[in-house]
Nanobody, 128 residues
Framework: VQLQASGGGLARPGERLTLSCTAS????????IAWFRQAPGKERWWLAS????????YYSNSVRGRFSISRDSAKNTVYLQMNNLTLEDTAVYFC??????????????????????WGQGTLVTVSS
């Protein structure tokens, strides 16, 4: 059971990046998958989650309307499209899976403790 995050890199303000989170050992359609980020010296921060079986997408107020989470079951991958990047988006981005279905019962998609499997992180640097 593993998650592999990729797609990070260097971007300029206003540009778009799409991150990928590819799973192995389980099907992403069956579990809630989330994206978090952690900037230097700051706590890990929830960005978005996609619920199991297309039950919905959820966003932090800080990124709603600018970031979009989606899933490709055929590729067993969840994406995070990030539009109109700003300097404040610079961080290491992590994807996480709730393989215990905890979020299904609690609805607390924003809590890191609801997810028991994490990817290694991909660095996004936004700089002019």
């Amino acid at each position: 059971v593993q998650l592999q995050a990729s797609g990070g890199g260097l971007a300029r303000p206003g540009e778009r990046l799409t991150l990928s989170c590819t799973a192995s050992g389980f099907a992403v359609r069956d579990y809630a998958i989330a994206w978090f980020r952690q900037a230097p010296g700051k706590e890990r921060w929830w960005l978005a989650s996609i619920a199991r079986n297309s039950l919905g997408e959820y966003y932090s107020n800080s990124v709603r309307g600018r970031f979009s989470i989606s899933r490709d079951s055929a590729k067993n991958t969840v994406y995070l499209q990030m539009n109109n990047l700003t300097l404040e988006d610079t961080a290491v981005y992590f994807c996480a899976a709730d393989l215990t279905l905890l979020t299904y019962s609690t609805g607390n998609y924003y809590q890191p403790g609801q997810y028991n499997t994490w990817g290694q992180g991909t660095l996004v640097t936004v700089s002019s």
